[in-house]
């Protein structure tokens, strides 16, 4: 459908901006967008970041739903308005990489879109676009800040000044003005001058155009100022802060994408907070240090993701057996080995439930959105410092690194509780066990200084008091100690998934950790088309209550495991603790998964059993015939 | 000696007659010395965290009253300075042998050298894993000719003190356990030095060296002498060098040379230095 006719739609538009990485500024741009979006009431959510592991010179997008009231999830890859920073940096050779975003973009623009480019170094054949409606607006955007305003570097803000009046949005640029002045006022008046001209000039470009072409433009966005207080933050932003709330006040990180924002993050704030963030040497060191910390009574944090992960898994077993408290942050990124380093998965599961060597206690927790990034690292917080064992925290590249307006309220700081540490006073009349055998598993932990509560903590197999010991008995004993916390967790802490939508008869949606918001979304497509799949969504994804689980899925229809890895890594763990026969939607191609396209493949798997459908290229799902697991039970 | 302070390292820890080294183990000696030291300075043992590596020498973390913490091979650094980042309180101590320093755990070690925390690395160096019956440590050939095969199989031995010197430590020592007396002091200068304070301990395993014996390294060993500036890390350098051409070990503080520092606080951990922290601070570079 074309414009005409249409109404123009308010408040509900999804922009895409691309460039050349570094070059361009993409996320600059878009940082800047979601900012002043969220000052002026609206919702933005950029969390399907696209880029790639090299400094410059790659192609980078990032997209960006912005809506009146919190979407459900950040939509399809459908975009309205197109935003082409590129440019040719030869001429003469036009090949690359002006036309790089259109190209690659043009194709999810919607009918009668809006297509805004840099026109400086020659404009782009753009007839197929026109001919479905688009509306299209070359803007020489580098030329107008190098000869007019002969400084290049305000490119962006003419793009930014085109694109609000494309949006038909701060008209009276007082949005743009505030944020120019916070940032530039200290260098100058003449600096935010300069900028307020760039965007003047983006503006009268697109009234060029638009008077030359006669469009009408099909989108608006209307501020909503002074409803609610909110931020526009990253998730490693939100679990960040999540942990300074929670008592974590030693960091240890390596640099790595997509955890080393998380690093940046605890350096600049830690310390305002009494705290200490370190820069591993490794990654094992990161991880050992932040062992020591906890071994010293602190609450501490390491983040990493997968080839880092991979790395620390020693020390997880440090942690089980010496029943020193870690929290690890896994940023989840494409794997196997370097993988794609800027591309998401949740290929890391059966890494953090299975990895090393020997049985000892662990939790796993996965945040569904960008404010669970927050709240649930309190629940981390406090799991680590009670079941003194690690608590791994799974995230991924677009949760950890994308933003979102999230609300204010959101951040409440807690009342921070330390579990069963003793005291001088404790331990004065009987001798002090650290490793006490007790029914809940959990033993009295000491803060090393504390007289007379001096412990022993070994890696090697030990007794009450942490001597090393290989007695048969002592050490079944020492086993089933450590182990019985699960129990304990299970009956005490653990949370049941999220169910939305009704089980009992239905077709049940399974997913766990960043994917919840598409699946929501799936769900709702779906049962506007007649459907009526429930979603069953887990946030506590390891250990499992078996016996809870039964009874939700006792009487489900069809369970279908929707997850961003090839193997179906939680369908199998769910498939091992429930006896239930699973299907299976899985993508793995690095891109997220979209609403639609998960609608579609969940149709798809409720065909038969034993269904595994795979996502793969962009939309459409391509079913695979597989034979069932030997292990599946029924 | 004062028996009774000695007495107090006897307690929490395993009795002596359940010690699982050899008869004659080098590591006995740090054992005696280190119980002298910690006497000496009149450390309480609530205080002391033993950090011990894995191996023979690790064990020593049992043997003598004190918290202790034990993960893993090549690891003990890394857990002290996050005890130490964590606590300035304590003293911390880390007891390991040389494969666990200078092979699996030669990158704390060298990183640890560099950061200098405020503790002790005591490596007792006798050039062979002794637990796992006797294969050849990054520091195993001392005073043989290299001529031992392949390159590959069979490497130069790491000379620990000018690795230590190379990677920026700032008390570099050296003793050996047959002279007790003289490794309590070192334990003692290493524990009062502020920052990583490196001992170098020649601590005889009488299974699987035979050729490093009591007898070879008293052969050996001199005294640091008189006039040596340990502040001057050229003159450490060459003193090493120099004590190596002459086929000798030498004995006493190579290296001191304390780098300023600021003094730290333990960091946070009570619940209510933890509850209802304040951060609008933070949310308000988001808004």
Same mark, same amino acid.
């Given at each position: 459908?074309?414009?005409?006719?249409?109404?123009?739609?308010?408040?509900?538009?999804?922009?895409?901006?691309?460039?050349?990485?570094?070059?361009?500024?993409?996320?600059?741009?878009?940082?800047?967008?979601?900012?002043?979006?969220?000052?002026?009431?609206?919702?933005?959510?950029?969390?399907?970041?696209?880029?790639?592991?090299?400094?410059?010179?790659?192609?980078?997008?990032?997209?960006?739903?912005?809506?009146?009231?919190?979407?459900?999830?950040?939509?399809?890859?459908?975009?309205?308005?197109?935003?082409?920073?590129?440019?040719?940096?030869?001429?003469?050779?036009?090949?690359?990489?002006?036309?790089?975003?259109?190209?690659?973009?043009?194709?999810?623009?919607?009918?009668?879109?809006?297509?805004?480019?840099?026109?400086?170094?020659?404009?782009?054949?753009?007839?197929?676009?026109?001919?479905?409606?688009?509306?299209?607006?070359?803007?020489?955007?580098?030329?107008?800040?190098?000869?007019?305003?002969?400084?290049?570097?305000?490119?962006?803000?003419?793009?930014?000044?085109?694109?609000?009046?494309?949006?038909?949005?701060?008209?009276?640029?007082?949005?743009?003005?505030?944020?120019?002045?916070?940032?530039?006022?200290?260098?100058?008046?003449?600096?935010?001058?300069?900028?307020?001209?760039?965007?003047?000039?983006?503006?009268?470009?697109?009234?060029?155009?638009?008077?030359?072409?006669?469009?009408?433009?099909?989108?608006?966005?209307?501020?909503?100022?002074?409803?609610?207080?909110?931020?526009?933050?990253?998730?490693?932003?939100?679990?960040?802060?999540?942990?300074?709330?929670?008592?974590?006040?030693?960091?240890?990180?390596?640099?790595?994408?997509?955890?080393?924002?998380?690093?940046?993050?605890?350096?600049?704030?830690?310390?305002?907070?009494?705290?200490?963030?370190?820069?591993?040497?490794?990654?094992?060191?990161?991880?050992?240090?932040?062992?020591?910390?906890?071994?010293?009574?602190?609450?501490?944090?390491?983040?990493?993701?997968?080839?880092?992960?991979?790395?620390?898994?020693?020390?997880?077993?440090?942690?089980?057996?010496?029943?020193?408290?870690?929290?690890?942050?896994?940023?989840?990124?494409?794997?196997?080995?370097?993988?794609?380093?800027?591309?998401?998965?949740?290929?890391?599961?059966?890494?953090?439930?299975?990895?090393?060597?020997?049985?000892?206690?662990?939790?796993?927790?996965?945040?569904?959105?960008?404010?669970?990034?927050?709240?649930?690292?309190?629940?981390?917080?406090?799991?680590?410092?009670?079941?003194?064992?690690?608590?791994?925290?799974?995230?991924?590249?677009?949760?950890?690194?994308?933003?979102?307006?999230?609300?204010?309220?959101?951040?409440?700081?807690?009342?921070?509780?330390?579990?069963?540490?003793?005291?001088?006073?404790?331990?004065?009349?009987?001798?002090?066990?650290?490793?006490?055998?007790?029914?809940?598993?959990?033993?009295?932990?000491?803060?090393?200084?504390?007289?007379?509560?001096?412990?022993?903590?070994?890696?090697?197999?030990?007794?009450?008091?942490?001597?090393?010991?290989?007695?048969?008995?002592?050490?079944?004993?020492?086993?089933?100690?450590?182990?019985?916390?699960?129990?304990?967790?299970?009956?005490?802490?653990?949370?049941?998934?999220?169910?939305?939508?009704?089980?009992? =008869?239905?077709?049940?949606?399974?997913?766990?950790?960043?994917?919840?918001?598409?699946?929501?979304?799936?769900?709702?497509?779906?049962?506007?088309?007649?459907?009526?799949?429930?979603?069953?969504?887990?946030?506590?994804?390891?250990?499992?209550?078996?016996?809870?689980?039964?009874?939700?899925?006792?009487?489900?229809?069809?369970?279908?495991?929707?997850?961003?890895?090839?193997?179906?890594?939680?369908?199998?763990?769910?498939?091992?603790?429930?006896?239930?026969?699973?299907?299976?939607?899985?993508?793995?191609? =690095?891109?997220?998964?979209?609403?639609?396209?998960?609608?579609?493949?969940?149709?798809?798997?409720?065909?038969?059993?034993?269904?595994?459908?795979?996502?793969? =290229?962009?939309?459409?799902?391509?079913?695979?015939?597989?034979?069932?697991?030997?292990?599946?039970?029924? | 000696?004062?028996?009774?302070?000695?007495?107090?390292?006897?307690?929490?820890?395993?009795?002596?007659?359940?010690?699982?080294?050899?008869?004659?183990? %080098?590591?006995?000696?740090?054992?005696?010395?280190?119980?002298?030291?910690?006497?000496?300075?009149?450390?309480?043992?609530?205080?002391?965290?033993?950090?011990?590596?894995?191996?023979?020498?690790?064990?020593?973390?049992?043997?003598?009253?004190?918290?202790?913490?034990?993960?893993?091979?090549?690891?003990?650094?890394?857990?002290?300075? %996050?005890?130490?980042?964590?606590?300035?309180?304590?003293?911390?101590?880390?007891?390991?042998?040389?494969?666990?320093?200078?092979?699996?755990?030669?990158?704390?070690?060298?990183?640890?050298?560099?950061?200098?925390?405020?503790?002790?690395?005591?490596?007792?160096?006798?050039?062979?894993?002794?637990?796992?019956?006797?294969?050849?440590?990054?520091?195993?050939?001392?005073?043989?000719?290299?001529?031992?095969?392949?390159?590959?199989?069979?490497?130069?031995?790491?000379?620990?003190?000018?690795?230590?010197?190379?990677?920026?430590?700032?008390?570099?020592?050296?003793?050996?356990?047959?002279?007790?007396?003289?490794?309590?002091?070192?334990?003692?200068?290493?524990?009062?030095?502020?920052?990583?304070?490196?001992?170098?301990?020649?601590?005889?395993?009488?299974?699987?060296?035979?050729?490093?014996?009591?007898?070879?390294?008293?052969?050996?060993?001199?005294?640091?002498?008189?006039?040596?500036?340990?502040?001057?890390?050229?003159?450490?350098? *060459?003193?090493? *060098?120099?004590?190596?051409?002459?086929?000798?070990?030498?004995?006493?503080?190579?290296?001191?040379?304390?780098?300023?520092?600021?003094?730290?606080? *333990?960091?946070?951990?009570?619940?209510?230095?933890?509850? %209802?922290?304040?951060?609008?601070?933070?949310?308000?570079?988001?808004?």
């Amino acid at each position: 459908m074309g414009p005409e006719g249409e109404a123009v739609r308010v408040n509900h538009v999804k922009l895409l901006v691309g460039g050349v990485q570094l070059r361009d500024g993409v996320t600059t741009v878009t940082d800047i967008l979601g900012k002043i979006f969220t000052r002026a009431g609206l919702f933005a959510v950029a969390m399907e970041k696209g880029y790639a592991s090299t400094i410059y010179g790659a192609h980078q997008f990032d997209p960006m739903l912005v809506t009146e009231e919190p979407p459900v999830s950040y939509g399809d890859p459908e975009v309205d308005v197109l935003v082409a920073l590129d440019y040719d940096s030869n001429p003469d050779a036009p090949e690359q990489p002006n036309r790089d975003t259109v190209l690659r973009h043009g194709g999810k623009l919607r009918d009668g879109g809006v297509l805004v480019y840099d026109s400086s170094t020659g404009e782009i054949p753009t007839g197929a676009l026109e001919a479905r409606g688009i509306q299209v607006f070359p803007i020489p955007a580098r030329r107008i800040a190098q000869s007019e305003l002969k400084r290049e570097i305000v490119k962006n803000v003419v793009m930014t000044g085109a694109l609000f009046r494309l949006l038909q949005f701060d008209s009276d640029e007082a949005y743009l003005r505030q944020l120019l002045e916070e940032r530039f006022l200290r260098k100058g008046r003449e600096v935010v001058d300069l900028n307020l001209q760039a965007a003047r000039r983006g503006r009268q470009e697109v009234e060029r155009v638009l008077e030359a072409n006669g469009y009408q433009l099909p989108v608006r966005l209307e501020p909503r100022p002074g409803r609610h207080r909110a931020v526009y933050i990253s998730g490693n932003e939100c679990l960040g802060l999540g942990a300074i709330a929670g008592g974590v006040r030693f960091y240890a990180g390596y640099p790595i994408t997509p955890a080393s924002s998380i690093l940046e993050f605890m350096e600049q704030w830690l310390p305002k907070y009494g705290g200490r963030a370190l820069q591993g040497q490794n990654e094992r060191e990161s991880i050992r240090a932040a062992l020591g910390a906890a071994l010293a009574g602190v609450r501490s944090m390491v983040g990493s993701s997968g080839p880092g992960i991979s790395l620390k898994v020693e020390e997880f077993g440090v942690s089980g057996a010496t029943e020193t408290p870690v929290i690890v942050v896994d940023a989840q990124r494409a794997g196997p080995s370097t993988g794609m380093p800027t591309r998401p998965e949740q290929g890391d599961l059966n890494l953090v439930i299975g990895g090393g060597h020997g049985d000892f206690p662990r939790i796993v927790l996965a945040p569904g959105t960008v404010e669970e990034c927050y709240t649930l690292m309190l629940e981390a917080c406090e799991l680590s410092d009670k079941y003194q064992c690690p608590v791994f925290f799974l995230t991924d590249l677009n949760l950890s690194e994308g933003k979102k307006t999230v609300l204010e309220e959101v951040f409440r700081p807690p009342q921070v509780v330390r579990h069963g540490i003793v005291r001088e006073e404790d331990v004065r009349t009987k001798p002090y066990r650290r490793f006490e055998i007790t029914p809940s598993g959990i033993s009295p932990r000491s803060v090393p200084g504390t007289p007379g509560a001096i412990f022993k903590a070994s890696g090697a197999e030990h007794d009450e008091f942490g001597f090393v010991s290989i007695d048969p008995r002592k050490r079944a004993a020492m086993v089933e100690k450590r182990m019985r916390k699960l129990d304990t967790y299970l009956q005490e802490d653990w949370k049941p998934p999220q169910v939305f939508g009704s089980v009992q =008869g239905n077709p049940v949606m399974v997913g766990w950790g960043n994917t919840r918001p598409v699946l929501e979304e799936a769900r709702l497509l779906l049962q506007r088309r007649g459907v009526p799949v429930a979603l069953v969504h887990f946030t506590h994804v390891f250990p499992l209550h078996r016996r809870k689980l039964e009874a939700l899925f006792a009487d489900a229809g069809p369970v279908v495991v929707v997850e961003q890895n090839f193997s179906g890594q939680f369908a199998d763990l769910l498939q091992r603790e429930l006896r239930i026969a699973t299907r299976r939607v899985n993508k793995y191609n =690095g891109v997220p998964l979209y609403p639609t396209e998960v609608a579609e493949a969940v149709l798809q798997a409720l065909q038969r059993e034993g269904a595994v459908v795979r996502i793969g =290229g962009d939309s459409q799902p391509v079913p695979v015939e597989v034979g069932r697991n030997e292990h599946e039970g029924d | 000696m004062n028996t009774k302070g000695i007495k107090l390292w006897e307690e929490n820890a395993v009795p002596k007659h359940r010690i699982q080294w050899c008869p004659g183990c %080098g590591d006995f000696g740090v054992l005696a010395a280190l119980k002298q030291a910690l006497t000496e300075l009149e450390v309480m043992p609530h205080e002391l965290l033993l950090v011990g590596g894995i191996g023979c020498s690790g064990q020593i973390r049992n043997y003598l009253n004190g918290n202790a913490f034990h993960g893993t091979h090549g690891g003990a650094l890394a857990y002290g300075l %996050g005890a130490k980042m964590a606590n300035p309180d304590l003293k911390v101590i880390c007891l390991a042998g040389d494969g666990d320093t200078f092979a699996i755990g030669v990158e704390n070690f060298v990183h640890v050298c560099r950061r200098d925390p405020d503790m002790v690395l005591l490596v007792m160096n006798n050039g062979v894993y002794g637990l796992t019956k006797g294969q050849d440590s990054p520091t195993a050939g001392l005073g043989q000719p290299d001529e031992r095969g392949s390159r590959e199989e069979h490497p130069p031995m790491v000379d620990a003190l000018l690795l230590a010197l190379a990677s920026e430590a700032t008390f570099v020592a050296q003793s050996f356990s047959g002279d007790v007396k003289h490794t309590a002091r070192m334990i003692v200068e290493a524990i009062q030095h502020p920052g990583f304070a490196f001992i170098n301990d020649f601590s005889p395993c009488v299974t699987y060296n035979r050729f490093n014996t009591y007898d070879w390294f008293r052969e050996r060993v001199e005294h640091v002498p008189e006039d040596h500036d340990p502040s001057d890390r050229d003159a450490a350098w *060459r003193l090493v *060098r120099e004590f190596a051409r002459r086929g000798k070990i030498p004995l006493g503080v190579v290296y001191r040379n304390p780098r300023p520092k600021r003094p730290q606080r *333990r960091l946070p951990l009570w619940e209510d230095e933890l509850s %209802g922290v304040d951060l609008e601070p933070v949310l308000a570079t988001y808004r």
